[in-house]
């Protein structure tokens, strides 16, 4: 199983150990991209900060984060599992997690990244700023600068098994799981359900859905489970006690959808 996640914008501080080696990086196949995404954002932080804070998108209070752009070079680099401090790896708590669920986790998961492209959780990185919703001058949309490389090697990194697509919008734009790597392809929706007037409404969560997200990818690594197919999935995560309702897809070569229904959101 591989699941795909989004990054967050909240990042521990940089590491004290040694600085980044892009060549130690997985996913070698994205190199040539990474080296290029790397030298154009560190160019532009440390020549201009005027224009940095207008291509990133940044306020006057996240000014700061231009310096540290401009030195991702030489910044200490700390793996991606601990680089992450938004919801969703708060509530996945890899720190936490025992030593089955954690060597699982490492072989599991891949978080997509403006910069990077996308991380195993046990890669070194540095502190960055650098959303997938960027236009860099020089490469443009990073969105759609990435999809060609990711494109060569995603369907290797699936190896055969179950895509479990946990991303946003925005970093899904980097890669769309296409043929018979999306028909073993599941989405997840987090919906809240409550009692209106005594009839059931649902909404769908934001913010609370990162945090759900978070906790189904702990409860699948610390059951072990495997699921291969969709279908599977679907079966592994009502064992796990969620509320899960699937819709397949009308055709071959489309994603499966599947929504967790929750009743209380925190």
């Known amino acids: 199983m ?46 201009d900060e005027a224009k ?5 998108g940044l306020s006057d209070g996240l000014r700061g984060e231009i310096a540290k752009n401009a030195e991702l070079r030489t910044a200490g680099a700390r793996p991606a599992g601990e680089l ?12 936490t997690l025992e030593a089955g669920a954690r060597r699982r986790a490492r072989e599991s998961l891949l978080v997509f990244s403006g910069l990077w492209g996308a991380l195993r959780i046990g890669d070194r ?3 960055y700023r650098c959303s997938m919703g960027v236009r860099l001058p020089g ?10 490389p990711m494109a060569d090697v995603m369907p290797e990194a699936a190896d055969g098994g179950l895509v479990l697509d946990l991303r946003s919008s925005a970093y899904a734009a980097a890669w769309k799981p296409k043929g018979a790597v999306a ?13 209106v007037d005594g009839v059931e409404k649902r909404s ?22 495997a699921p291969r197919t ?30 967790v229904v929750v009743t209380e959101i925190h």
């Open 125 to 127: 990185v540095p502190p």
């Open 84 to 95: 992450y401090t938004g919801v969703l790896y708060d509530a996945l708590g890899l720190a």
């Open 2 to 47: 591989l699941v795909l996640l989004p990054p967050s914008e909240g990042k521990a501080p940089a590491g004290r150990g040694a600085p980044l080696k892009p060549e130690s990086l997985s996913l070698p196949g994205l190199a040539e991209a990474r080296a290029a995404v790397l030298d154009e954002l560190v160019e532009l932080c440390a020549a």
């Open 139 to 148: 490469l443009g949309a990073l969105g759609a600068y990435w999809r060609g």
């Open 52 to 56: 940095a804070q207008e291509v990133l």
């Open 230 to 259: 969709p279908e599977a999935l679907v079966e592994a995560l009502r064992d796990l006690g969620y509320t899960v309702e699937a819709e397949a897809p009308a055709r071959a070569g489309r994603a499966w959808g599947l929504d």
């Open 183 to 195: 028909d073993r392809t599941a989405t997840v929706r987090v919906l809240h359900a409550q009692m």
């Open 204 to 225: 769908v969560v934001s913010h609370f859905n990162k945090a759900t997200k978070g906790r189904l990818v702990r409860s699948l690594l610390e059951a072990g489970a």
